[in-house]
């Protein structure tokens, strides 16, 4: 956590959004690296094909990490933000690449917990518009996406909790 230090507190610029979108592409390309990283930390690692370290990403959660995003760049007037918002939105564009570059590996992507609290935390600063209409719109929109989110997730995809076993019921 001591790389957000390195977080501005003012709106990034075109360049840093674009490296930084460039390294997460980048992460996305290379997890293979990676895992050899921490293999030279754990020790050596036979990877099953079909393991968590291996599993991709449901694209659906990784472009909920963009949902804040859009709602800053169309609707929130950046003059109307107070000073510290932009701390938020830029964990929002941390979290975002983090989200892309842990796409190919369901272990590596656990990375973006730490980041997408921000992102949760940004809403109501994005909410809070002059316009009541547009924030009571935007806050519905927002609502409505992740519940249709929650519902595909895990109902219609079937979570992955259907499998879950109290450690208390184990013999």
């Known amino acids: ?5 390195f977080v501005p507190l003012n709106r990034l610029g075109a360049l840093r959004l674009a490296g930084l979108m460039v390294v997460a592409t980048l992460g996305l ?13 754990k020790g050596p690692m036979a990877v099953p094909v079909n393991s968590y370290l291996t599993q991709q990403v449901n ?7 963009f949902v804040p995003l859009v709602l800053y760049i169309f609707l929130t007037r950046p003059d109307c933000l107070e000073p510290e918002a932009y701390f938020y939105v830029n964990m929002g564009f941390i979290n ?12 590596l ?39 249709v989110f929650w519902y595909v997730d895990t109902v219609k995809v ?3 909790l259907a499998d879950f076993n109290w450690i208390f019921n184990h013999n």
């Open 1 to 5: 956590m001591i790389l957000l230090w």
């Open 109 to 147: 992507t656990r990375f973006a917990i730490y980041t997408g609290i921000f992102s949760i935390l940004l809403i109501p600063r994005l909410l809070n518009m002059r316009d009541r209409r547009l924030a009571a719109i935007s806050g519905g929109v927002l609502v409505s996406v992740f519940w």
């Open 59 to 65: 694209p659906l959660r990784v472009a909920l990490a």
């Open 29 to 41: 390309t290379m997890y293979s690296y990676a895992i050899g990283l921490m293999s030279l930390f």
């Open 158 to 160: 079937g979570a992955s």
């Open 96 to 107: 975002a690449a983090v989200m892309i570059a842990g796409a190919n590996s369901a272990y």
